[in-house]
């Protein structure tokens, strides 16, 4: 097995905490230092506990773990199983002192560091991520919350872990359409702010494809220092961490649209993606060379390239309105000034927006 173990930290004072991401690090790294109390409660879900649950109970000696179990989906991440950690808690009698684990992909992350922020006020919580999207991404900067039927994210905390583990041997069983989904955020990255990280994924995306240990411990390091520095200027996204949401406005508004159920996050973000390039485009911004390059990636990559057949423009319209970056009704969206290097704007003609929708919602070019 190649020694491809890195480290990083995400820089926040007083808050700061380390990344570890490595091969084999679930239950032979020794997290306990990181529990403050004795106790700790392992939240996960019905996926991931028969595959994870005890090899990462083995990372907590000499504390006394107890887990809870949630049904799977983006359809689950809400009020009511939110509410299933909370009993769990109070239940098993877990003091302001406890230490909650958020043990899977991004839903479990979100809702286990959100329960964090609200139990008894505040308490600590540690990210085990075991996709390569919450790997990349959701487990590191924060952000924590839930959905509402009427908007993604729209009720959440910010909170930081005290420790995010990383073991990409973890990747070996996640369902085909989940690597893709994890590489739109990683290809984010190199579109929003590292041209030559961007460069490097068009040379090596047939290897993490494949599952290059050396090439993905590198994609996963790349991506989370790039994140851990936006982060670290603007942990509370008042201005320059915005820059994270590209793809977003478009693909949170399928993901509503579709109702939490079809699209995994990580596609609906591909194909906002090219939806954000296609209007940089429009605005002169970016040449048809690189709306190209952006094709191309997102094509390596595995992901869908165009929103829901039965998606019309007014849906996206209608649903975008309620994006959390919108400005006095005005709608804000992230665009990218040239390949790397990203802008959060909401100077631009609706015009030029009606033709990338127009585009998009009817398959022509
Ligand atoms: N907080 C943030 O900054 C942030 C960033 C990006 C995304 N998100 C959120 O993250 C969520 C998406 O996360 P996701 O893509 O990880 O989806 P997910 O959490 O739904 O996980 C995807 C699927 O893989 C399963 N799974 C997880 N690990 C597995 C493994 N190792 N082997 C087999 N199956 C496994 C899960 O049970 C689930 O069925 C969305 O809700 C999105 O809004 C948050
Ligand atoms: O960390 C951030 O900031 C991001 O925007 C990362 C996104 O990939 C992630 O999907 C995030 O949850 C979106 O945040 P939201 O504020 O638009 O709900
Ligand atoms: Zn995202």
């Known amino acids: 097995m190649p020694d491809v173990a890195r480290t990083l930290t995400v820089d926040l004072g007083d808050r700061s905490y380390p990344i570890l991401i490595g091969q084999g690090l679930l239950g032979s790294a020794d997290l306990s230092s990181y529990v403050k109390g004795d106790r700790a409660l392992i939240v996960t879900n019905e996926t991931v506990a028969p595959l994870y649950l005890e090899r990462a109970t083995g990372s907590f000696p000499g504390k006394a773990v107890d887990s809870v179990v949630l049904p799977d989906g983006e359809r689950y991440k809400n009020w009511e199983t939110l509410n299933l950690i909370f009993?769990?808690?109070l239940e098993k009698r877990h003091t302001r002192k406890t230490t909650l684990?958020?043990?899977g992909g991004g839903v479990i992350g979100d809702m286990t560091g959100f329960a964090a922020a609200c139990y008894q006020r505040g308490v600590q919580f540690i990210q085990i991520p075991t996709t390569l999207l919450s790997q990349v991404d959701s487990s590191v900067g924060g952000k924590t919350g839930i959905n509402h039927p009427l908007g993604k994210?729209?009720?959440?905390a910010f909170h930081q872990p005290?420790?995010?583990l990383i073991d990409t041997d973890t990747q070996g069983s996640l369902p085909p359409r989940e690597l893709p989904a994890g590489l739109a955020e990683v290809i984010k990255y190199g579109l929003i702010r590292e041209p030559a990280?961007?460069?490097?994924?068009?040379?090596?995306m047939a290897a993490l494809r494949s599952l290059d240990a050396v090439a993905m411990v590198e994609a996963i390091y790349r991506s989370c220092a790039c994140k851990a520095d936006v982060v670290a200027v603007d942990e509370k996204e008042g201005g320059l961490r915005a820059i994270l949401n590209l793809g977003h406005t478009f693909g949170h508004a399928i993901e509503t649209f579709t109702g939490y159920g079809t699209w995994l996050h990580g596609e609906a973000v591909g194909t906002g993606m090219l939806m954000a390039a296609d209007?940089?485009?429009r605005l002169g911004y970016l040449s048809a060379d690189d709306l190209e390059r952006v094709v191309r990636v997102l094509q390596s990559a595995g992901l869908p390239l165009e929103p829901p057949a039965d998606m019309t423009p007014e849906d996206f319209l209608r649903l975008m309105a309620v994006d959390k970056k919108n400005v006095d009704g005005a709608l804000r969206l992230v665009l990218l000034e040239s390949l790397g290097k990203a802008v959060v704007t909401s100077d631009f003609p609706t015009q030029k927006l009606e033709e990338?929708?127009?585009?998009f919602c009817s398959r022509v070019s």
């Open 101 to 103: 684990v958020a043990l």
């Open 279 to 281: 209007l940089s485009c």
């Open 162 to 164: 005290e420790v995010v």
């Open 356 to 359: 990338t929708l127009a585009r």
């Open 153 to 156: 994210n729209m009720i959440g």
């Open 197 to 204: 990280f961007l460069e490097w994924l068009e040379d090596n």
């Open 87 to 89: 009993d769990a808690l």
